[in-house]
């Protein structure tokens, strides 16, 4: 859709389950980015990566665990994960972490 | 933390009609940007505007800014079936960091 993937797309897991969503990105960027998006909130930032180093954790739990192994993937490793962690978790890239960002579909996370 | 505030929350329009949001934000910004999203789709860019900037048109959308009321306004103009959507505004502060708001949903209808 916009040069930005994101896999699986849908993911149901247990709360024991250990599992990995990926992203990558065609377009060139140096910036990556996870957010949570849960129904009837706004977006929740919770990593940036700027040149694979990151930047930003926003606070988030350490059962989500994110990897930058190059500024063209980035990975969120899950684990123990919680019911109320079920959520849309996208990934976006942008260049030098300013203006406009671009992104994934998106991986729809359900936790039993 | 949230920093744009979108109203309404819903919208319901008939198709041909135009629709306005619009958007409020707390602290100082370098711009702001709007993004459509279909359901439990990723988001896509729609346009940026400046701090400097009053007004911008893309296509049959317009935004307005007003930095001393700190808000601004999307209009669709004729819309269409395919605007059904939610729409967010984003901005960013001296971090570059986008703060989204909860979005405006946007049903119209054939």
């Known amino acids: 859709e916009t040069g930005v993937t994101q896999t699986p797309r849908h993911l149901v897991m247990g709360m024991t389950n250990k599992k990995s969503l990926k992203c990558e990105q065609h377009l060139g960027h140096n910036a990556m980015y996870w957010y949570k998006q849960s129904a009837k909130k706004p977006l929740e930032l919770m990593f940036v990566y700027n040149f694979k180093e990151q930047t930003e954790n926003n606070s988030v739990p350490s059962r989500f665990s994110p990897e930058c192994p190059n500024s063209s993937h980035l990975f969120l490793h899950l684990h123990t994960l919680q019911p109320e962690d079920s959520a849309l978790y996208l990934c976006?890239?942008?260049?030098?972490?300013?203006?406009?960002?671009?992104f994934g579909p998106g991986t729809r996370l359900l936790v039993l | 933390s949230q920093q744009g505030e979108e109203d309404p929350q819903a919208l319901s329009i008939q198709e041909g009609e135009n629709a306005t949001m619009n958007c409020s934000y707390k602290?100082?910004?370098?711009?702001l940007q709007w993004y459509r999203q279909n359901s439990g789709r990723g988001l896509v860019h729609l346009i940026l505007?400046?701090?400097?900037?009053r007004e911008k048109h893309s296509g049959r959308l317009r935004v307005t800014l007003d930095t001393s009321k700190k808000s601004s306004s999307l209009l669709i103009t004729a819309s269409r079936a395919a605007d059904t959507a939610s729409y967010f505004c984003?901005?960013?502060?001296?971090?570059?960091?986008?703060?989204f708001g909860a979005g405006t949903t946007v049903t119209v209808r054939a």
């Open positions: 505007i400046r701090s400097n900037e």
């Open positions: 976006a890239s942008s260049q030098d972490g300013e203006g406009t960002q671009y």
């Open positions: 984003a901005t960013d502060g001296k971090d570059y960091k986008l703060s």
């Open positions: 602290t100082s910004i370098n711009n």
